[in-house]
């Protein structure tokens, strides 16, 4: 099963955008990359998924490399809400990993 | 639109002792899953649904935990016996299909083992 690596924290200005990077080197063609995150105490958020295109919403844009070894979630305009844990996994193997611990600070 | 619900939201017994949980699923979802959260980490899968049918329970500690979904609709979860090391959230998600839909997840139930 495919397998994500994510840094254990960041940390982002309120207002600019935050880069959240993931591995998943060993994805299968078939395999969606997705993202959720999840704040204290609630269960995960989905945020946004795709295979290998780049995706916008409402929530945030989804940059996967050509090779689709990795990508990249950004939240354009941070905000204090946006403090969370960020989830990458990928479809198949359902393996959320620890993720990344996002602070959002004034 | 209802989200997923899941009961009780919390449940405090002791080790030994049986225990059920309850989901309900979005109508019309037909993938769901339970999944274990301990503190501090990500949520690990134990078993997923496709209807009635599960289709990855590699994951799911037989001697001792068990799931059914009869009808294809609502879930329960069970662990009997309860250990120490079982107390933890446990976590209901659900989708239209696997693979290509996002998961809904409930709030979970929190659960502690004394």
């Known amino acids: 099963d495919a397998k994500t690596t994510q840094p254990p924290s960041m940390d982002c200005a309120e207002g600019r955008a935050a880069n959240l990077p993931c591995n998943h080197s060993?994805?299968?063609?078939?395999?969606?990359v997705y993202w959720y995150r999840q704040i204290h105490s609630q269960g995960p958020q989905y945020i946004i998924h795709?295979?290998?295109n780049n995706e916008t919403n409402e929530m945030a844009s989804l940059i996967i490399t050509e090779d689709r070894k990795s990508s990249t979630l950004i939240l354009p305009h941070a905000t204090l809400r946006d403090t969370a844990v960020y989830y990458c996994?990928?479809?198949?193997?359902?393996?959320f990993g620890a993720g990344t611990r996002l602070t959002v600070k004034p | 639109e209802a989200g997923v619900v899941q009961s009780p939201r919390y449940k405090i017994i002791e080790k030994k002792q049986p225990v059920a949980f309850w989901c309900n699923p979005i109508?019309?979802?037909?993938?769901l899953y339970w999944y274990l959260q301990n503190l501090g980490q990500g949520p690990e899968l134990l078993i997923r649904y496709e209807n009635e049918e599960a289709v990855d329970d590699s994951q799911l500690p037989k001697d001792r935990f068990s799931a059914e979904r009869l009808k294809g609709v609502d879930s329960t979860l069970k662990i009997q016996p309860a250990e120490l090391g079982d107390s933890a959230v446990y976590l209901c998600?659900?989708?239209?299909?696997?693979?290509?839909?996002?998961?809904?997840f409930g709030p979970g139930t929190r659960l502690t083992v004394l």
């Open positions: 996994i990928v479809s198949l193997g359902l393996r």
């Open positions: 998600a659900s989708s239209l299909q696997a693979n290509r839909d996002e998961q809904f």
């Open positions: 109508s019309g979802h037909n993938t």
């Open positions: 060993t994805i299968s063609g078939n395999e969606y």
């Open positions: 795709g295979l290998k």
